[in-house]
């Protein structure tokens, strides 16, 4: 090829999975940061908050109570953005106003009744309880007619939108497949076409594997390929992806549902080591949806970080990232190789 | 149709320019918030500040000086994220692993030489003078050959990643067109090509000003509609539309540029309004691409504010939105009610 390098000139990705480009400028990580700078996380929480009202035998926004519970806790979200008691509306066939009725329920679920805890400093026997009640509640809801899509997710720390630091994620169960999975779903479907039924995640695990350098995996369990995608937007970002064909949580066996839960105890805690810190994230689980044929669908994780250069400064997708495109300043190389080297002990406990 | 409430019920509305859709859970407005809140503008700046690298006769990270300028100024952003000077990279034909060489030249536009002011406390006179470099930018770079887009945009305020409250915008000029603005043209392109020649936003500009209730409109004038469009994601998202097809910022008259300077000024004076403070958003021009035939092409302005509630509380587009799809709270309709019933006098000069 050309002289053209890759750690300092200007190039854009394509990421196969929502067929969009980003823009990588990877001479940028000079730039000083005057800005906004994040709170760091500073703060010693205690085992239980009286209060927390995610913490065990506390009272909730709904008058209610939670119970004594010692692994895992689900409940229904107080402020739900979608209701499964809703008028229907009918589909209306306009181009330029068009809209949907959206039935659904919303879950909060909490990791652990430790309110000091994080999933990145719980061992893997207790996230896997985590994997166990994701798993369940996914089945859960594959019996209610109404519902076609179960999103988890969680949103760690005040920095990605979190308002309480007891270790829980959510799960907005919905109607209509949203916008994110139903165009990567297009994208696995598309590619099975073109490419004699192959699947484009399996592929794409295949070729990161292949890679002699292994330039972009940060590590790997028998199960699980954990890398920082060619096409990653965010700084840190990463993508937990079975090396082969799994379409959802309930079609792991035993053995590979304790590799997930060390697959996410693996990443959070060398995401808290990298800056030591506390490492906000949004993290959601994509797989198939609960009715149709979708037997190319592939279980897969993201992890979206915004921190970029320490535990105070992070990265704005602002401005050129909202009207243009997404742009980042390190490459997903350099990104994977800070995170391949960094201690898979939590920098909490090194220091006890 | 049936009893379906828009202000209660849970539904997702369809943005024709990118094809994507966004869900809408207007009952959710009621949700308290513990979360992370804002620093308020409380700050009182100087007309000049001997350490802004954007004031007049200050020295920049360059090493260059400023000129003593009295309206606007643009210079080449210092750590420009796409360079002119780079070597060609041959295209790759991948179906996973795709990249794209991107040259190009990032500029900085000062509004003004007074460090205290911001685009909302400034004259339509001097806001005409932006509007002008605007346009003569855009003119300027359609003579180089290796650039193909610009891309005008305002980080303005601390929450949208800008580190320096000097007004001023920036100017991103790529040989790509980036991703959402060639999402865009693809849907108007389209829309044409169905609607036998028929454009898009004209037609959406038309059905906005047939509305007999006026729901999305905040206010017009001449020239531009300016509306809380049907799909917004952001809390307070407006658009700034031309009534008529226009497609570049030169294909203005000396009226129409003046109605876009005053739409401007009367947009951000109303955010600022809204909660009595500096109004944070990222805003951004899309218009026809430089070279190419681009006839549907109709220029606009997205305004993408993130606040919610108050001069401290914004939404977070995290956990659901990036990987379910984009939510919103207080439905588009109801924004535009709460802007429509704003002053278009600055509060500051109101107090004064
Ligand atoms: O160029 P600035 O103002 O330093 O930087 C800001 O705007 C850029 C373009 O939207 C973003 O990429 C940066 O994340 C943001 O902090
Ligand atoms: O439901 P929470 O945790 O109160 O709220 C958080 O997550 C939601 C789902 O990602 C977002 O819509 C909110 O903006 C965010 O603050």
Redesign the interface.
Same mark, same amino acid.
């Given at each position: %090829?050309?002289?053209?390098?890759f750690n300092?000139?200007?190039?854009?990705?394509?990421n196969?999975l929502t067929k969009?480009?980003v823009?990588c400028?990877p001479?940028?990580t000079?730039?000083? !940061?005057?800005? $906004?700078q994040e709170g760091p996380d500073m703060e010693q929480r205690p085992q239980y908050d009286p209060k927390c009202y995610l913490c065990p035998g506390n009272q909730r926004?709904s008058g209610e109570s939670n119970p004594n519970y010692h692994d895992t806790f689900r409940f229904p979200n107080d402020?739900?953005?979608?209701?499964a008691d809703?008028? =229907?509306? =009918?589909a209306n066939d306009d181009?330029?106003?068009?809209? =949907? @009725?959206?039935? @659904?329920e919303c879950h909060v679920i909490c990791f652990s009744p430790r309110h000091d805890l994080t999933l990145a400093e719980m061992p893997v026997q207790d996230i896997r309880k985590v994997v166990d009640i994701w798993t369940d509640s996914y089945l859960e809801m594959k019996k209610k007619d109404f519902i076609n899509h179960v999103?988890i997710? =969680?949103?760690k720390g005040?920095? %990605?939108?979190?308002?309480?630091p007891h270790p829980h994620g959510?799960m !907005?169960c919905?109607e209509?497949i949203?916008?994110?999975?139903s165009k990567e779903l297009l994208s696995l479907q598309d590619?099975k076409k073109?490419?004699n039924g192959k699947c484009?995640l399996c592929?794409?695990a295949q070729?990161e594997l292949a890679d002699p350098e292994r330039k972009r995996t940060v590590f790997e369990n028998d199960t699980f390929l954990v890398i920082v995608p060619?096409w990653a937007t965010w700084p840190f970002e990463v993508m937990v992806l079975p090396k082969t064909h799994i379409g959802s949580l309930p079609d792991m066996d035993d053995k590979q549902k304790t590799d997930l839960a060390d697959a996410v105890r693996r990443v959070t805690c060398r995401y808290d080591n990298l800056f030591k810190t506390s490492f906000p994230y949004? %993290? @959601?689980i994509?797989q198939k949806p609960l009715n149709g044929e979708y037997d190319f669908a592939h279980l897969h994780l993201?992890y979206?970080p915004p921190l970029l250069r320490s535990a105070t400064v992070r990265k704005?997708l602002?401005?050129?990232e %909202?009207? @243009?495109?997404? $742009?980042r300043d390190l490459t997903p190389e350099q990104a994977a190789a800070r995170l391949r080297e960094l201690s898979e002990v939590h920098y909490k406990s090194q220091q006890a």
């Open positions: %090829m050309s002289n053209f390098d300092n000139n200007s190039h854009r990705r394509y196969p969009s480009w823009l400028s001479h940028r000079q730039r000083p !940061w005057q800005g $906004q926004a402020f739900a953005a979608v209701k809703q008028p =229907e509306l =009918e181009d330029l106003i068009k809209v =949907e @009725g959206v039935r @659904g999103q997710f =969680e949103n005040a920095a %990605m939108g979190c308002s309480n959510q !907005w919905t209509r949203p916008e994110e999975p590619y073109k490419h484009l592929d794409y070729r060619f949004s %993290m @959601g994509h993201h979206y704005f602002v401005g050129f %909202m009207l @243009g495109e997404p $742009q």
